[in-house]
């Protein structure tokens, strides 16, 4: 079959998708090596492993489109959906649709929020009562539905910051993962399915690596907006090319924009999903556009990092919303990370801190509890309950980190470090404002 040329450049299809629920397509034209090298350089044209693809180094040269023939024909049989596209039915898969059937019948009865994938600008939600937890509208955390847990949005161990990035894998993210690496840090990765079809052996890097992976759907559509089907399409068809490519099943979730409510919790509790959420915001993804710059970006991290100093996680820890989406994103994370290790004790893949030492459905791949994974790095001793680690897998936070020994990170003493104030941080409450009156605005400027 002809070589794939759907590729496409994650944060053109993400800015795209953010803010209309449009498809983001086109065809990426290759991307050449410069003619002044005589020697050419691997790119990832030339990728045959996971392996490979992490020895090629360079933006450019990471994001050459290449071929990965299970994906191919994966979607020519229609196994997965086209990419990028909101999903719009699971009936041609037998497995998917009965399941899909099966809790249908027991959703609660909340109409979708928007039409085609992108919110309603009239929708007239009730806020003060808030009946569906619509964390869009209210940062609802708590589930009015019966029967539903409550959504992350902390992490319980104090001075801890959980540490994740949303929409890879991006292509070119070798020098991050490296720079993790190097560091003896691990994070939490929420995978959207298109960029997995697209990145195949970027996104093997992080299981590989021993990350931990979620699930950040399948096209990056506002949730709320979709139907039943819709919302069950998008997250099952993302476990399907997880399973494909990566061979894990993950058992957590982060709704793209934070767009949740009982609807779409249910459906994602009901695939057995834990729910990750944030209570700061970076907006690093939005870098350069609706005025928001590097200093804004800059500033919201600052937020964090001085409200830890000021002792506001000496109780509990925090989430910050961040991404894996294109240079500038990771640059700042590796300009910003001595940082939050000066600010926080620890820093940890968020389903380390809730101690998910099972992070797949699949047995064979364990993670540290938050015991284990701070005694790897200068932390108290594990106590001998908290180490039945048992079978050790490929993801195991502590078997593949380098230098797991005490020469890893130290704790520092807040007590000694404490800064009241952040002059100049911007509110996060005003950037949701900003960001949400955005959405709409465009939404509402397609009508
Ligand atoms: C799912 O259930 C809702 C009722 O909650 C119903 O309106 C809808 O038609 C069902 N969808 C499908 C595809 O069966
Ligand atoms: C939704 O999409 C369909 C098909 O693309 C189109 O015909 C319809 O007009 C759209 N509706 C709205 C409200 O944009
Ligand atoms: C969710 O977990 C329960 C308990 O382990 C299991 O019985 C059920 O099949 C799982 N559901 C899905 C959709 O995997
Ligand atoms: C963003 O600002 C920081 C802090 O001033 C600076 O170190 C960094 O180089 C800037 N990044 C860009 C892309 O301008
Ligand atoms: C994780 O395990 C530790 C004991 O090692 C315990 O103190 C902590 O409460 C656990 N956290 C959660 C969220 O269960
Ligand atoms: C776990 O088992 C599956 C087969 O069930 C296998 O494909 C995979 O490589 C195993 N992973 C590890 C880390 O052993």
């Known amino acids: 079959m002809a070589p794939r040329t759907h590729r496409t450049r994650a944060a053109a299809a993400i800015t795209a998708l953010l803010f209309v629920g449009a498809q983001a397509h086109g065809s990426q034209p290759h991307v050449h090596e410069a003619r002044a090298n005589p020697v050419a350089r691997a790119d990832a044209s030339s990728a045959t492993s996971e392996a490979s693809m992490a020895g090629i180094l360079g933006d450019a040269a990471e994001c050459v489109a290449y071929d990965y023939p299970p994906i191919d024909a994966a979607l020519a049989s229609g196994e997965i959906p086209p990419i990028w596209k909101v999903v719009q039915s699971v009936q041609s898969d037998a497995e998917g649709y009965a399941l899909f059937q099966k809790l249908n019948a027991s959703a609660p009865n909340i109409a979708p929020k928007g039409f085609n994938g992108t919110l309603n600008p009239n929708l007239n939600y009730d806020t003060a009562t808030d009946p569906d937890c619509y964390w869009t509208a209210t940062q609802c955390l708590t589930p009015k539905a019966p029967g539903l847990a409550p959504d992350v949005g902390q992490v319980p161990e104090p001075k801890t910051l959980g540490y994740g990035f949303d929409d890879g894998p991006y292509c070119g993210h070798n020098e ?52 039943n089907e819709q919302v069950f399409g998008e997250l099952w068809y993302t476990l399907k090319v997880m399973k494909l490519v990566m061979g894990i099943t993950p058992t957590c979730f982060r709704p793209p924009l934070g767009d949740m409510d009982d609807r779409v919790r249910y459906f994602a509790q009901a695939l057995n999903f834990t729910i990750i959420m944030w209570e700061y915001d970076a907006f690093d993804w939005e870098e350069g556009m609706n005025g928001v710059t590097n200093q804004t970006v800059y500033s919201n991290y600052d937020k964090l990092i001085s409200d830890a100093k000021a002792g506001d996680m000496d109780t509990h820890g925090a989430i910050i919303l961040t991404h894996e989406l294109n240079t500038y994103t990771i640059g700042t994370a590796m300009n910003l990370y001595p940082q939050l290790k000066d600010a926080f004790e620890w820093i940890t893949p968020v389903g380390v801190a809730l101690n998910r030492t099972q992070p797949y459905v699949e047995q064979n791949y364990t993670q540290d509890n938050f015991a284990q994974y701070i005694a790897a790095r200068g932390g108290p001793a594990a106590p001998a309950s908290a180490s039945s680690g048992g079978a050790s897998g490929k993801a195991s936070a502590t078997g593949s980190a380098p230098g797991s020994s005490s020469s890893g990170a130290s704790s520092n003493d807040q007590s000694t470090s404490a800064t009241k104030g952040s002059s100049g941080a911007t509110s996060t409450g005003v950037q949701v404002g900003t960001a949400l009156l955005g959405l709409f605005t465009v939404a509402f400027a397609l009508l």
Not at 195 to 205: E, F, G, T, V, Y
Not at 212 to 218: G, I, K, R, Y
Request: proline share 6%; aromatic share 16%.
């Open 176 to 227: 991050f993962y490296d720079f993790l690496t190097t560091n003896n840090q691990k994070a939490t990765f929420y995978y959207i399915g298109s960029n997995i079809a697209d990145n195949p052996w970027q996104a093997q890097r992080a299981v590989a690596d021993g990350h931990e992976v979620c699930v950040h759907t399948w096209s990056h559509p506002p949730m709320t907006s979709l139907t």
